[in-house]
């Protein structure tokens, strides 16, 4: 195999390739990785001038086996039959791997229950990125949760404590032992799926299994908005941090509320930085669970706008969860597993240290205080495998919560293979890659730009192998973005009859001409019960998308003052046409009349750069 000789001089590196053969027992190579697995961070760059590839052809990059110390020529180095990059045991293994369905779906059980048999090639498709990246150059990943347990076996070595915060004390750092204890189930199950450490012998594999990750316990403190002012941008001035994971929400509002959207703003226009130039930072916002109640992912605007990536959630069998919100400003989907964790195929990831129970030590709490506690001691808890005595770990998580890591997870890949896309080509190269699931639902639509959507899956799952492959071409970067706005005065108000399905049609005719990359509809009316109304709107280019579900979650709120109704579904195509609005009272008992309608669009023109 080949050996590698570094000799720095001053601020010089010098690179002498020697080839040869190596036996086990020569120590020339394993003497400079010792030196370099004290602190890999600080030798990393070296390492990733040596080797950007994957000689042996094991899903692991060479620059992570060298500073591993494993032999990048090897793809199985224990001689068990199995390639390096797949092990579940041993030095190298990751023990609960292939329960990991979301990273690589072999068709096995996820769980414990026969019924958690997962769908053989159903999967994020993440090995290909594997073979040159894992997130060891990708920058740091954010967390606004529950707050992380800092001292898991598997996510400690990950963990930037630096950019981290507690949101309680108000203070940098993710949280007391009593907090970490007590208050991070949630927020230590999404830590996991984005970034536990891989090839450590324990446990399970992040999907971005080398990238930094910073927490923050802001969902579990009183929910300032300086908590979370600080967490989302002034915490990180030197633009560090290039995305916020975000599993939260309020699935029974509606909420015009515009703070969210303005932090948003700032980090896309300030933040992420890299060579010193602002790329933006990235949102990704889970959709929410409300599917059996009625609610839709667009009722708030801190998940229906421009700057945002909402994330729906997926099963095993590429279908839509059954709790999983539906929504035209849905930009893609994520796996979160189904409802039901203790019988269906949910996700593998890290809990709370020695937190978890065995299926036999759990019951159901009809209390409301949490899902499932300990039989033993009443303490919450969450699944773990049946076989095993590692109770650091779970094979219950699901929700959007658990889609919306996911989702971060790939494009910690996509922003370490291209760093410098800026967040507007991120959200179109999502919604160009995306893998159309479930096409036989008929919520899908396809419009004229080629790029079909959905309520229920946004533009589809996120495909993180296909946005490599487009962006490390001469991807040619979107034009200058540039907004629109046109307003629609109603001289005689028009009426929305009571319950009645067909509703009423609005036609109006923009003349400004953009590329759509995300438009909404601000509608004003005196109508008293805003939920009863569903809401549809056609472009001129024909296409139609479901901008408002009726008789949603949010009951009766009010369009007095305008309500924006957002969506992604027309993403490329033209403002320049009529565009027609249907509106449906579908439910008896309030009535009200259409009143002013505005358009607003955001996009480039036609010419590309």
């Known amino acids: 195999m080949k050996k590698y000789l570094i000799i720095i001089i001053g601020l010089s590196i010098t690179l002498i390739l020697i080839t040869g053969c190596r036996s086990k027992s020569d120590t020339s190579v394993s003497a400079t990785t010792s030196n370099i697995q004290k602190s890999p961070e600080g030798n990393s760059t070296i390492i990733n001038f040596l080797r950007r590839g994957d000689s042996d052809n094991d899903y692991i990059p060479d620059n992570i086996e060298l500073i591993l110390g494993m032999d990048p020529h090897n793809p199985?180095?224990?001689?068990d039959g199995t390639i390096d990059g797949l092990q579940t045991s041993g030095d190298y293994g990751d023990t609960f791997f292939d329960k990991q369905w979301y990273i690589r779906s072999t068709g096995v059980k996820s769980g414990s229950a026969p019924s958690s048999t997962t769908v053989e090639g159903n999967d994020l498709h993440l090995l290909n990125l594997y073979h040159r990246y894992m997130g060891l150059h990708a920058g740091v990943v954010q967390l606004i949760d529950t707050g992380i347990d800092y001292t898991h076996e598997d996510l400690k070595d990950n963990l930037d404590l630096d950019l981290s915060r507690n949101a309680k004390q108000h203070y940098r750092s993710i949280g007391s032992p009593e907090e970490r204890q007590n208050g991070s189930y949630h927020g230590t199950m999404c830590a996991g799926i984005i970034a536990a450490r891989a090839f450590n012998g324990k446990g399970v594999r992040g999907i971005a299994p080398f990238v930094k990750l910073a927490g923050s316990n802001w969902i579990d403190s009183n929910q300032t908005t300086t908590?979370?002012?600080?967490?989302?941008?002034?915490?990180?001035?030197?633009?560090?941090?290039?995305?916020?994971?975000?599993?939260?929400?309020?699935?029974s509002v509606a909420s015009p509320n515009t703070y969210f959207e303005d932090l948003m703003e700032y980090g896309a226009k300030y933040l992420r930085k890299i060579d010193g130039i602002a790329r933006g930072k990235l949102f990704l916002k889970a959709?929410?669970?409300?599917?059996?109640?009625?609610?839709?992912?667009?009722?708030?605007?801190?998940?229906?706008?421009?700057?945002?990536?909402?994330?729906?959630?997926?099963?095993?069998d590429n279908t839509y969860a059954s709790y999983s919100s539906p929504g035209s400003c849905i930009l893609v989907s994520g796996y979160g597993g189904a409802g039901n964790i203790l019988q269906?195929?949910?996700?593998?990831?890290?809990?709370h240290t020695g937190g978890s129970a065995k299926p036999d030590n759990i019951a159901i709490n009809r209390d409301g205080g949490c899902l499932l506690v300990r039989q033993s001691d009443?303490?919450?808890?969450?699944?773990?495998?049946?076989?095993?005595?590692?109770?650091?770990?779970?094979?219950?998580?699901?929700?959007?919560?658990?889609?919306?890591?996911?989702?971060?997870?790939?494009?910690?890949l996509v922003l370490e293979a291209c760093p410098k896309l800026n967040w507007r080509d991120v959200k179109y190269l999502i919604a160009k890659h995306a893998i159309k699931v479930d096409p036989d639902n008929p919520s899908w639509v396809t419009n004229s730009a080629g790029l079909h959507h959905s309520v229920d899956y946004g533009f589809g799952l996120i495909n993180g192998e296909g946005m490599v492959?487009?962006?490390?071409?001469?991807?040619?970067?979107?034009?200058?973005?540039?907004?629109?706005e046109e307003n629609f005065n109603i001289d005689?108000?028009?009426?929305?009859?009571?319950?009645?399905?067909?509703?009423?049609?609005?036609?109006?005719?923009?003349?400004?001409?953009l590329i759509i990359e995300w438009m909404d509809v601000t509608i004003t009316s005196d109508h008293s019960y805003g939920s009863d109304l569903e809401i549809y709107l056609t472009s001129p280019a024909g296409t139609?998308?479901?901008?408002?579900?009726?008789?949603?979650?949010?009951?009766?709120?009010?369009?007095?003052?305008?309500?924006?109704?957002?969506?992604?579904?027309?993403?490329?195509e033209s403002t320049a046409g009529t565009w027609t609005l249907r509106i449906a009272d579908i439910f008896n008992g309030d009535e009200g009349s259409l009143q002013h309608v505005k358009f607003g669009a955001f996009g480039h023109h036609r010419e590309r750069q």
Request: net charge negative; glycine share 8%; charged share 20%.
């Open 344 to 351: 269906l195929a949910a996700i593998a990831t890290t809990y």
């Open 378 to 412: 009443n303490q919450c808890t969450m699944p773990t495998w049946e076989n095993d005595d590692e109770l650091n770990y779970t094979y219950g998580m699901n929700g959007t919560s658990a889609a919306t890591p996911t989702v971060a997870g790939v494009l910690a």
């Open 227 to 251: 908590e979370l002012e600080e967490a989302w941008t002034r915490g990180d001035p030197d633009g560090k941090i290039i995305l916020v994971s975000n599993s939260w929400g309020t699935p």
């Open 76 to 79: 199985d180095e224990d001689d």
């Open 544 to 572: 139609t998308t479901r901008l408002m579900l009726g008789k949603n979650s949010a009951r009766n709120y009010s369009l007095k003052r305008g309500f924006r109704y957002g969506s992604v579904a027309f993403m490329g």
């Open 469 to 484: 492959a487009d962006c490390e071409k001469k991807y040619t970067p979107l034009p200058q973005s540039d907004t629109i």
């Open 492 to 513: 005689s108000n028009i009426s929305i009859p009571d319950n009645n399905l067909s509703g009423i049609s609005y036609s109006f005719d923009v003349t400004k001409e």
């Open 287 to 316: 959709a929410g669970n409300g599917r059996k109640n009625k609610h839709d992912a667009c009722l708030v605007y801190e998940s229906s706008n421009r700057y945002v990536i909402t994330v729906a959630s997926l099963k095993s």
